[in-house]
Structure formats: structure tokens, C-alpha cells
């Protein structure tokens, strides 16, 4: 059992970032976003992420400034707590414990000391109603607080956050459900509402989905689901209210949204357009089409320079005001489900799964970032709901890494079935996967699976199709058509007593090729395509197949729905079975493990064993509660050494696997997991480099030197100064690629050096003793001689800004022995490779 | 934000035959130039003098033909019974012939009475030809000797008689005067030579020979006779090298072309074959009866065939003219020079290069489908259908539009003009494998939405009449074509032996159109 708790399951990385609408800081400078049990504080210019404020013990639903203080975030989650962040340091500031889980917040200027929280309601949990809870803060100066002041506003709200919103800097709040519109006002307490028919006579769906009040004006906005938006007037008295109608979306508005100054007004649906309405002329409206996915929220900066859109494919795009996409900050795209399987990218090393419609993404596990994604459809996409289009549904890369075949389908619920098959070249050129054949009607029904050759000289794809054939596809095997061989065409077509193909497999070596046919396992040579054996089965049709690899490679590996069965190539006997409900087999690339993950009585266990022994190394009860479909080997970055038999497994590869929740789950050992979180932290560090004095540094020189030629010799290897400064430190612990060149920063180091030597008491700088250093440095460039050139003059400044407390005398020493030449030493620098 | 991306034309494989630069080159001759002769066409030999006359051997006469004339510039009639086997001397003056009478008869060409009659054979010659040397004639007889002639004394030199059967095909060696090959009914092949005697080697066609053919190196020789066509190595010692049966008839006659030594076999089922050098059929010519003879010219300019009913059919080869005059006559445009002006200019090292947005481009009918109007995209692809008559353009914005789900939007509300459009373009490619399952689709779509209203029309209503036409005889075929699968299948099923797997794909057929509501 001790053992047994060293490795556990942890998720990892690729949380929505789409829930709720993003924050923009106050100067713009940052947009927050919720991102599954933390929040995430995003660059707008560079798009990093700077922060990721962890403490929430559940989903995060909202957040919003604190209008008291505009570097303070509030976060409410699903745990029943409210937290106050400083989201520029990344510290947790105060956390009110409310007790109910919270779905929603929104504060306002005219509410001091108060929150208004969404709860459910309290007598049916059930129901989809929640209501509207005014909070107050109760103010002392502990880390927890219980917020005990609770008074209900109103009941009875929709559960979409989009549908509640203050209005006038928090005059009233207006509330819309189904087909009602309700405005609350604080002052009077009192209720107007304002229904409409379900339909009328033109077909129109009245619903409502989203309202937005306009900052200064007596306005609320609200989106319908059939594409129009309302303007309200007059809704201080029961009976005379108006409103206007704007309409262009065709589908559902999902969101609603006034720039702060009220001008205008943003609205966003399923086309994935955004729409800026000018407020007051109604029908003037600009349009930034394709955005991505269809957008969820958008939000704008208190300047309202900036917009923030959410996507549905997991996606933050930021736009300028003048509607210019400015940036993308791209998480983990989960569609509802994974139709490719789990994959790592031979070259990157990047989780590749299908992404947007119609893409393969590929995420890097290791950084949490989603690197690229490729566009294997090549056609518009049409946001519109039921619509069916192309999706990638099939992938495999080969063992190097410089073949991808896809295929994509379309028509999969009407009769009409289309599908391509695809094959993509790996370029050096531009690091990416290029196009080289496609194959229209490779087979003439849909494709089930296909594989790889794992050979390292020959590659040879084969397919298994729904017709009962399954054909092995070779490079430039068609000797007929005399063009460049480097195009794909068919080798060999096979099949077994007509017979539907389910899955196929290569040896280790390739030198054999399994196809399950249902029940029996036919084995071939791909040499000469003859059918070497079957192997016929216990009942039950065959869904995985596996070779061993390694020393195990004379096993072959077979699941059904009630059997794991493990044969021996050599003698083509059965060599062991059990009785298991196999989900997934998942053979490691790199060891002869294999794991299996079985579903029993309503929760998922993990077997590892190796095929030679049927007595599993490591077993892991009740890894979740849905049953795991899709899993991948990805390979450590450095082989552990564990001796611990239970957790050899992971020395080489770690396993990821896939819930039907679409969560990405790993299992981690407890150390490893300290070594991942120290090196995320210092990455965090690494990234803040908006204060440093290297970042005044780097920012001055750009605009001179454009073609940086990056110098390496900040590298690691070189020894740690022990009394160096915090230039140093900094030199070193940044990388090399955003460094100026090495002959600006030559004589800056070398200085540093040798101030290292008589000061080295100061390492703590305060904003203060910086503009003091500013001052310095005026006092020395009158001192410079015009003959210095202005490069090291700028890497004076830089230096005087780290070492700023120097007497005169110190200073003149100084100068004196920076006068000296160092070119010889940029020429050293220069000669290293 | 992304880009538009522009419809995705697919680029399919053209079906049938492949275009090879074989096919290219044995499709660049004219439509042939027929005549009509007495009787079937027995041999054509091409004079090997420029201007290349040649001499066509049918019933009672030789006829000279020149190599642009259609009538014959020579003719020598003075003949009793069937002349056979009008043959040119290496000089090309001298022309002999067997005869039914069993005489053979040596013409000057520019005369008219002949020069030699050589009479010793007691049945007809079918096969007379020079020997290389140009002093001696070679005959082979239905009597089953091959005889040699000598020109200046009119003396027969020597008879072989080792064939057993009718001889009827014969070759002499164009590098040593001593040696011809000849064919026989008794299936066999055998090369003589003059100077032993006797034969040198035999080989067994297994079939009645009908032409032997030595290649020009002498290496390789050829021999028709049943349906088989054979090549057999002579350095060898007359082993068989290949066994070509591409005719399902008597292989009547081969002959090689003069650039690239291709074989070209000529077969009473009406088709001429042309083999490459490892021996696989790249083009096929295919005539409107039996061929008996054919003769290709020096650098295959002409491929003359003569057929059992008389006809010689003539082909010419094409060649390119220089038509100066109808690029002189249209406007010339705005120069190369234009289009590229300040494309290709290359900064120097010290420019500061400002990269501008390279400007994508829409066609016509993409700029439609980005601003959603499907109709008038449609409208647009079908005009670039008219404009260049290829439809593929066409049908990628089809499948385009369908895949949107506005496919009957874009067919909705048309008038009788542009719906009669569409309906043609349908008409046309509905047979296309290609194109047939949007084209069906197309057509249902059609037929659902105006079928209260096409009555009023009685074009389109025609058009459809044509469609449901064509669609049943389609479907006819379909069936039978499942039946004689169903036939070969029974017959390959009772042929072959019992094996595991059958690894054989049956042809892809095109499941019968739906599209019978109409």
C-alpha cells in the first residue's frame, strides 16, 4: 500500500479558459481569465501567461476587479469561497468563505463593501434557478473570513451568468429568463417586468439569452435566440417602456457587451463575428468576421482600447478598438469529443489531438501551451448550428516523425459519406507538415483504422476499411505515372472471407503485419503480402491488437470484450488469457510495458504488465469513474531511475489518458511532481520581466538593433558567480534569445564584475532608489567623453542602475577602468561559436 | 483573424486510358485517307528511296502509290492469276512478285513488262523478297519449298524443302546476303543459310506462321501465327523470349517502326497494336475490318494497312505548323514585361526591406460564396464551365455549396434559362464517375423543387425527358454489367483452385441513380 500511494493521478494542464468572460486590468496591460480551479493573468502584448493564482479548490466562476482597488481581482469558485487577489504578484490577498458554491459575481462603485454572488437557490438545489445574493465584506484584517451577511436581492434568475447584469454603475440590475425581463432597482426596491410572446407570427424565438446595460444611459440591450437584440427604454415605469430592434445575427446572440464610454455596442453568436453597433445611429455596424470559434463573452478594457473575446474552442482573442485582432491566447482545444486518438508528435514531442473543426492541434504537455495547429480540411468553415462538416477523425504519424496521415469525414449521419484520405510530408524548411497526396476514394466505405509501418526504412501505411478490405499504401509504388515518386499510391489490397476489418498492427520490426477480421487474426508479410497464419480467437469481436515490443516482440496482444489474450508468434498458441474488459491497450514505444485499462463495476482500473508475464507490475483501482477510450505513452524528458518495481514504469514514459469528461489526466510520483512545480515557478519568475532593469535595458536597444545576433555565452555552463550581482543573475537565468548582442553587453558584464567586488551589500532594489539611479546617470553622461560611443553608454546607464549606491570616488575608479578597451574581450566573444 | 480560404478544387484522375507520351505520339497522325482497291490488300512495301512510293499488292495488280496520292502513279496488271507479295529491291528499283500461277515476276519500277520470270515452284508463291545483296531473289510456295533465284542468269540457285507445309512468311537478313528466315504452316520457323543449304535453326511457333520480322540488329526475331505474337533471341540459339496474345484473332502481320524499333502487329480483330520495348501494348489503332498487311514508312511519316475487303487505309503524320498569321491577326495584350515590372527587383544588402501583405486574390465565384450568395456562385461557376468546358471548377463549387446545406437555395427560383443550364451541365457529366454522385444529387434537388412547375416549360421538361432517358439506359446497363459480373464471378469461382484468401478487388460499380422519380 505505501507503495502504492507514491503514484497518484494528477490532472494535467489544458483547463477551459472559455467559461467566463475575461477581465482586463485596468491599464490594459492584463487580461485575467478563469482557467478550471485557478485564474490566469495573461500579457495583452505578448501573450504569456505572467501568473496563474491557485488556491481554489474547484472551478472558478467569475471574476471581476475590485472597484476599490484596481490591482485587486475577486475570484468567486464552485468551493463556496470568494477570494481577493493581487494579481500583479500573484498573491492571495483574503478569502470570505460564503458556504453555498457561488456561480457568478458582479460588484459595482455604488456598492461599497458589497458583492453580489449568485447562489442556487437554497430548497432545491436541483433546479436550474439561482438568486441573486448581495454580500457584505465583512472588514478585518485575517486571511479567512466567513461572510455571514447574506440578503437575497431577487430569486428566481436564469443560470446564465450573460443574463444578469448592473446597469448605470449599479443603479438597477436587470435580469432576463426565458421570456421575461426584469429590472430591479436598488433605490426604490421595486421590480419592473417585461415579458414577450414566445413566438409571433413571423416565427421569431423571443427567448432571451444575454443583457448588457449601457454604462450612462437608461438602456439595457438583450440578445435573443433567434438573432435579434433589443434596446429597452424607459423601463422605469411599468406600462410605457420602448424598444428598438437591431438584428443581423443569424442564430442565438450569445453575448452582449457596451464599451465603457457607451458609444458603442459589441455582440457576438455562433458565426463567430463580432458586431459593433454604433449606439444611437442603430443600423451602422462594423463586422470582424472568422474569428475561431463561436464567441461565448466579450469584455472590454476600462479605456475601451482594447476588446477580449471568448471562443468556444477554448480561445481569448484580443482586439484594438479599431478592429485589428491584436493577439491570441490559445488553451487546450476539447471539442466535445476526441475523435483522433491520443498522439505524441515524434519530433516535438507535443500531445496531437484534433482541435478547431477541421485541425490537428499540437500542445505541448511540458509547458502547458498550445503550440500550432495545422489545417488538414483546407476549406471554410461555416459557423452555423447543425451543420455538417469535415472533421479530422482519423490520425497516425510514422516512428520518425516525418509522415502524418489523416483522414476526414463528413456525412457521417446521412447516407452521404465523403471521407479523404491524407498524407503530409514533414518540411525542414518550415518546421511543418506538408501536403504530398490525398487520396479520394482510398476505400469504399469508411475507414476504421490504420497504422504505420514502425520500420525506419521503408514506410507503408495501412488502412482497414468498413468494405472488408484493408490495403497497404506505399510511396511512389505506381510505376506507371512517370512523375516525382514521392506520392503515395496503393501496394496491396487484401481481405479475409469478406470478413469487416477492426483493427491492424505492425511488429516491432515490421516484419509482420497483424489485421483482425471480428473474431480471427490474420497474420501477413508485408514482404510479399502473403497470409502467413490466423489466429483464431475466443468469441468475441477483436477491438484492440498490440505487439510487444523489445523482448517481447513475439507477443501479440489482443482485446475483446471480455478477454485480454496474449499469443505466442513462435508457436501461434495462445500463451495466457484472462477475463478482463479491456477499454484501452496502450503499449509503451519505449520498454515492453503495456496498460490496460479495464472498466468493471462502474470505475476504470489501470493494469500494467508486461506481455511476457501475465502478473501485472503495477495495478491502480478506481482510477476514475468513465470508462478511458483514448491514452498515450509520452516519453520523459529524462529517464528516472526508480528501482522501486511498482513505479519502474514510469521511468521511461509517463502514461495520459483521456476521461469521457475530456479531462487529461497523468500519473505522477510525488517527487516528480515537486521537481515540475519548483520549475513552473521559477518559469514565473523568468517571465515577469516587466520591472527589471535588463527589460529598460532590452527595450532601449531595440528600436537600434533589429537583427539581434542572439550570443550564447549566457549559457549554464558557465559557473555561478558566488557573490554576483543581480545583473548577473539575471544575465544568466535569461534566455539567450532575448538578449541584445553580445557587443552591448560585453562591457556591461564585465563591469558588473568588478563592481561585484566593491559592492556587493545591495541586492534588494526599491522603485525609489531607481529614479535615483536615473539621476545618476544624467550626472555621468555630461561627464562621458563625446568619443564614446552610444552603445556603451547605454549599457553604463543600465549598470549605475544596479549598483547605485557608490561613492564619488568609487565612481571616478570606475570609469577609469571602464575606459580601459575591452574590445579584445569582444573579440574573444565573438569567436566562440 | 483568419483568411478566407477559397473553394478547394479537387483534382482528379482522369479515367480510361492513360496519356503517355506513347499515346502522344501514335495519336499525332491525320484521320486516315481510304481506298478502295480490287481486292484484299495483301502487302504493302514501302519503297526505300524518297519520296517513299509504295507498292500495294491486291487481286491482279501492283499499284505504285506516291506518298500524297491518292490515286497510284504505277500499276502492273499484266497478271493471269493473283499477284502476291509486292516487294522493293534495298535500291528501290527493282519490284518482284509471287503469283497464284506460281511464277514470279521482276519489274523494273519505272516499267511497265517484266524483266525476269522465274518459274519452278509447281504451286503459288505467296512470299517472294530480295536478299541483301540485291543479285538474288528468295520465294517461298504453297508447293512447301523456298526456292533462291539468281537475278542476271534467271537460274534457280538452290530449293530448301525441309518445311512440311505451306511456306507464307519470309525474311532475308539485311546484314548477311546468305540468310532469310522463313515461316511456315507447319509452325514452324527456320533460318536458312545459302551457303551450307539447310536450315540453321528451327524453331516451334506452335501456331500456322503468318509473319516472321527480324529486327533490325538481327538479335531478335519475330513471328505472328495464331493469335501469338513471339519474339525469340537468335544469339541464343532461338530461344523464346516473350509470348505476346494481346489480338483475340489471327495475328496477320507485324512490322517495326523506324524510331525506336516499336512493334506494331496488325490482327484480323481489327486492331493494330503497338508495343514498347518490354513488350506492353501502349497504343491500339482500330480499324472497321480484318487487317491483313501493313507497312510503316521511314520515321514513321505514314502507316499505310490494307484490309480483307479491299481497303487501304492510310494514315499521315501530323505535323506542327508555325502559325505566324493568327497571332499576327489577334491583339497582342499588355506585354511580359508589364506584369512583372517591379516583381523581381532584389534589394541590395543595406536596403531596409518593408515586407507588404501579399494580396490574396478571390476568384469571381469564391468572392460570392465569402459574402454567403450561393446563387449567384453558382451562376458564376457555371459560366466558367461554358467559358472553358471544363467542369471541375463547377462541381467543386457544387459540392461547395452543398456543403454549406445551401444547395437548394442556390437551385431555388430560377427561371426557365438558367434552370436548362444547370440541366445540361447535369446532362453532360451525370455519366462522369467523377462528378456523378453531386450531379444525382443535383438532379433530385431539381426535380423536387420545380416538378409542380415544369410543365409550364417545354424545354426543361424536355431536358428531363433526356435525363430520365439516359438514367434508365444507364441503369440497364448497370444491371447487365451485374450479371456478367455475376457470370465471371460464378466462372473464376469454378476455375480457380481453392485458395484462403482472394485477394482480388472486384471493379467499382456505380450503384444504378436513384433518380427515377422524374
Known sequence: MVEKSDIRVVRCGGSKINLRPSVFSTDSRFVLCASGDSVKVYSTRTEECLHSLQGHTNQVTGITLNPANHLQVYSCSADGTVKLWDFIDGILIKTFIIGYPVFAICVSEKHEGIIFLQLSMATNSKSECLQLVAVHLPKSAEQEVEAKELSAVCSHISSNPSCTALGRGGEFIAFARHLQLNVYFFRKQKTYSFSLQATDKKGAKN?????????????????????????????????????????????????????????????????????????????????????????????????????????????????????????????????????????????SKALVLNGRPGHLQFYSLLRDKHLYNLDIVQQEYIYEAGLDQFEVVKAVFDIKGSWLATVEERGRKSSDLEFFLKLWAYDEKTQSFVLNTTITAAHTDRIISMCFSSSEETTMLVTTAEDGQFKAWCQGADADTQ?????????????????????????????????????????WS????????????????????????????????????????????LTCALEWSTSVEVSKLQPDPLSENVAAFSYQSKHTDLFVFKPSEPRPLFTHKNVCSEKVHRAVFVPQEEPLNNCDESSQWLNRSQLYFLTQNMDLLTFNQATEEDRMLSSS????????????????????????????????????????????????????????????????????????????????????????????????????????EA????????????????????????EKELKRVRKTDFSWMAGLIDSKP | MASFKPTKVQVLPKLGEKVTEDTLYWRNYKSPVQMKEFGAVKKIDFSPLPPHNYAVTASTRVHIYGPHSQEPIQSF???????????????????????????????????RVALRQFSGHSKAVRVTSFLSDGLRVVSGSDDMTCRVWDIPSGAELKTFTEHTDYVRALAPSKLNPDLFVTGSYDHTVKMFDMRSGSSLLTMQHGYPVECVLLYPSEALLVSTGGRYVKIWDLLKGGQELVSLKNHHKTVTCACLSTVDNKLLTGSLDRHIKVYNSSYKVVHDFDYDTSILSMA????????????????????????????????????????????????????????????????????????????FEVSKALDTALQIWGRTNKPEVTVAVIMEINRRGTLKNALAGRDEQSLSKILNFVLKHIFDPRFSQPMIMVGDIIVDLYKEVIPQSPSVERLLQRLMDVLGGETELQHELLQVLGILDTLFASLTPRKEVAALAAPPVDQGSQLQAA
Open chain 1, 787 to 810: 568619443c564614446d560611443s552610444q552603445q556603451e553608454l547605454r549599457a553604463q546607464g543600465s549598470v549605475d542602475e544596479v549598483t547605485p549606491k557608490l561613492s564619488k570616488a568609487q
Open chain 2, 77 to 111: 496488271t499484266r497478271f493471269r492469276d493473283t499477284a502476291y507479295c509486292g516487294t522493293f529491291r534495298g535500291d528501290g528499283k527493282l519490284l518482284v512478285t509471287g503469283s497464284e500461277e506460281g511464277l514470279i515476276r521482276l519489274f523494273d519500277v519505272s516499267g
Open chain 1, 526 to 569: 508485408p514482404e510479399t503480402w502473403e497470409m502467413l497464419t490466423t489466429l483464431c480467437q475466443p468469441p468475441g469481436e477483436i477491438r484492440d491488437l498490440c505487439f510487444g515490443r523489445l523482448s517481447c516482440s513475439k507477443y501479440l496482444l489482443s482485446t475483446t470484450n471480455r478477454n485480454l489474450c496474449c499469443w505466442n508468434l
Open chain 1, 207 to 347: 427567448a432571451f439569452t444575454c443583457v448588457a446595460c449601457h454604462p450612462t444611459d437608461d438602456c439595457i440591450a438583450t440578445g435573443h435566440e433567434d438573432g435579434k437584440i433589443r434596446l429597452w427604454r424607459n423601463f422605469n415605469q411599468k406600462k410605457e417602456y420602448t424598444y428598438s430592434t437591431l438584428h443581423w445575427h443569424h442564430n442565438a446572440v450569445n453575448t452582449l457587451c457596451f464599451t465603457p464610454e457607451g458609444t458603442h455596442l459589441l455582440s457576438g453568436g455562433i458565426e463567430s463575428v463580432l458586431v459593433q453597433w454604433k449606439y444611437g445611429a442603430d443600423n451602422k455596424k462594423e463586422l470582424l468576421p472568422r474569428l475561431g470559434g463561436a464567441i461565448l463573452h466579450i469584455a472590454a478594457s476600462s479605456d475601451g482600447q482594447l476588446f477580449c473575446t471568448s471562443h468556444s474552442d477554448n480561445k481569448l482573442t484580443v482586439i484594438e478598438s479599431n478592429f485589428k485582432v491584436c493577439g491570441v491566447i490559445q488553451g487546450l482545444v476539447k471539442g466535445d469529443d476526441v475523435l483522433t486518438d491520443l498522439m505524441i508528435d515524434p519530433r
Open chain 2, 296 to 371: 510503316i514508312a521511314p520515321h514513321d511519316e505514314v502507316i499505310a494497312v490494307g484490309m480483307t475487303n479491299g481497303v487501304l487505309s492510310v494514315r499521315h503524320r501530323k505535323h506542327k505548323k508555325v502559325n505566324e498569321t493568327l497571332t499576327s491577326r489577334r491583339r497582342r495584350g499588355p506585354s511580359y514585361r508589364v506584369f512583372v515590372k517591379g516583381k523581381n527587383f532584389v534589394p541590395r544588402q543595406d536596403d531596409f526591406l518593408v515586407s507588404k501583405p501579399v494580396k490574396e486574390y478571390l476568384q469571381k465565384h469564391d468572392k460570392q460564396l465569402k459574402s
Open chain 1, 483 to 523: 512523375q516525382d515518386q514521392n506520392f503515395w499510391s496503393c501496394d496491396f489490397v487484401g481481405s479475409y472471407h469478406n470478413l469487416k476489418p477492426t483493427n491492424c498492427s505492425f511488429s516491432a520490426d515490421s516484419s509482420l503485419l497483424a489485421v483482425s477480421f471480428q473474431e480471427v487474426i490474420t497474420i
Open chain 1, 681 to 784: 515557478k521559477r518559469l514565473v519568475i523568468d517571465d515577469s520581466v516587466a520591472v527589471t532593469p535588463f527589460y529598460l535595458l532590452l527595450g532601449k536597444h531595440r528600436q537600434q538593433q533589429q537583427n539581434l545576433n542572439t550570443p550564447s555565452y549566457t549559457g549554464a555552463d558557465k559557473p555561478q558567480q558566488p557573490q554576483g550581482s543581480a545583473t548577473i543573475k539575471e544575465l544568466l537565468h535569461t534566455p539567450a534569445h532575448v538578449l541584445p548582442a553580445a557587443s552591448v553587453l560585453c562591457s556591461m558584464f564585465v563591469n558588473s564584475l568588478l563592481i561585484s567586488k566593491t559592492g556587493v551589500r545591495e541586492e534588494m532594489e526599491s522603485s525609489e532608489q531607481e529614479m535615483d539611479s536615473e539621476k545618476e546617470e544624467e550626472e555621468s553622461e555630461e561627464e562621458m
